[in-house]
């Protein structure tokens, strides 16, 4: 009798996030603000450049720093004015683009938005994204784990010299700080894995011949404290690869933050994102005496089977049951042979830390799709109109993005069931209630 009293509370429950489910995956796109919960208009930000012309800006370097440029922050109602911008380009391949992302920095600390006190701004295209809302979906997921340092952003409309530039999302930067990653001990640092792009001359190898690069550093103007800093890092780093590499995951767990490198693996997993695990894989250390932590997550346009990624033979790579990042792995390669990304196979490979990755995934992520799902429907309705104005704006069929977002929905519901196999658990335990 008691089983049956469980069933009837069970089953309407099933049939509640299966209706949830048929109803996200199967509605009108067009119609998405209708029973989406924000539905305001975006920010929108107006630059007027002081010396040069955007043209000018887009010929040169992305490191070239325009000063003394304004900037209007227009939203709900009110208008912010600000002074003494600087104004750069960012970004490796999307440099390259039309539609270009910029970095801006004001003179002092200001809050944009509620993102907290800071100087740097990031203003991602998005231009392989044509959904939008990759970038915020990972947001959404980071904090729906509680990823520590995570980044925010928000979705804005550009103008620059009065010329509309389309929709951007306006995002923090990886960078310390007290509303960012607070490190307060002089050799704290923030180092990034850039092997992706190794090329760069300011590349520190490691033992295993990975491209690490100095993000920021708490005294990074002074060189001998920095010199240290960097020394410090990377002798645990290269401990940390020899001890993953054996499996010896005593070591590993002294060398470094296990939950932490757990939910980055998690999220970089889900999300399949290609440049995971060898670019934009971001590390930090408060000094000598902490730990190396995994994080902040960042740059996931290419990501959640986005096809508009393109530098892959693989006919599976886009598939939401795809099992790892690079498939050089599971198609039966040497781990010697994988190029990029070694650290993170060694660690997967071993027990204690794949059964922390499940541990994150039931703990924060198992069974909550439908809100997840949710969560970036929300999204896609904040941006549906910009989007038109931004496909108009950059001469693209207005009807891609309903199309994307479709797709991504399907994509992410997909994945979620097969990370339910593969992370939660197995079957219903009707004794304890529990999945």
């Known amino acids: ?79 912010f004015d600000f002074s003494d911008v600087q104004i750069k380009g960012r970004g490796n391949s999307t440099w390259s683009g039309e539609k ?30 044509d959904s ?38 306006m ?12 490190l307060r001990d002089k050799y704290g640092i923030i180092m990034e894995n850039d092997t992706l792009h190794r090329e760069t001359e300011d590349c520190i190898y490691t033992d295993f011949k990975e491209c690490l690069l100095v993000k920021e550093a708490v005294f990074e103007d002074d060189e001998v404290i920095l010199a240290d800093a960097v020394e410090d890092f990377m002798k645990d780093y290269n401990r940390l690869e020899v001890a993953a590499k054996k499996g010896d995951f005593k070591k590993v767990n002294e060398l470094i933050d296990v939950r932490s490198f757990a939910e980055y693996f998690i999220v970089s997993e889900f999300a399949v994102n290609p440049d995971a695990y060898n670019s934009s894989f971001n590390f930090y250390k408060d000094g000598k005496d902490d730990k190396i932590h995994a994080g902040p997550l960042w740059d996931y346009d290419y990501a959640f089977g986005n096809r508009n990624w393109s530098w892959t033979s693989n006919e599976n790579f886009y598939s939401p049951t795809e099992t790892m990042i690079r498939r050089e792995v599971t198609l039966g390669k040497s781990r010697e042979k994988v190029e990029t990304g070694k650290l993170i196979y060694y660690l997967i490979e071993i027990p204690e830390f794949k059964a922390e990755v499940e541990r994150v995934f039931r703990d924060k992520l198992s069974g909550r799709k439908t809100e997840f799902l949710m969560k970036v429907l929300n ?57």
Do not use: H
């Open 100 to 129: 270009r992302p910029f970095q801006i920095k004001f003179s002092s600390k200001v809050d944009l938005l509620g993102f907290g006190l800071r100087k740097k701004y990031i203003l991602l295209a998005n231009a392989v994204d």
């Open 379 to 435: 999204e896609a309705a904040k941006v549906r109109v910009a989007a038109e104005k931004d496909a108009e704006r950059w001469e693209k069929d207005k009807e891609t993005f309903y199309k994307e977002v479709k797709y991504l929905l399907n994509w992410i519901n997909e994945r979620y069931d097969y990370f339910e196999k593969e992370y939660g658990k197995k079957e219903w335990d009707f004794k304890s209630g529990v999945i």
């Open 132 to 169: 939008f809302v990759r970038n915020a979906a990972m947001f959404k997921m980071a904090e729906m784990i509680d990823e520590k340092y995570r980044c925010v952003g928000e979705s804005v409309e550009l103008y620059i010299d009065d010329d509309y530039q389309g929709l951007y999302y």
């Open 171 to 182: 995002t923090t930067k990886v960078e310390i700080g007290k509303a960012a990653v607070d």
């Open 1 to 79: 009798m008691k089983k049956r009293k469980w069933l009837f509370l069970v089953i309407p429950l099933v049939l509640i996030f299966l209706v949830a489910e048929w109803f996200l995956l199967g509605l009108d796109l067009k119609k998405i603000d209708e029973i989406a919960s924000e539905t305001s208009k975006l920010p929108v930000l107006k630059i007027s450049l002081n010396g040069t012309t955007l043209d000018e800006i887009r010929s040169n370097s992305k490191d070239v720093k325009y000063e003394d440029n304004s900037l209007e922050l227009s939203f709900n109602g009110e208008v």
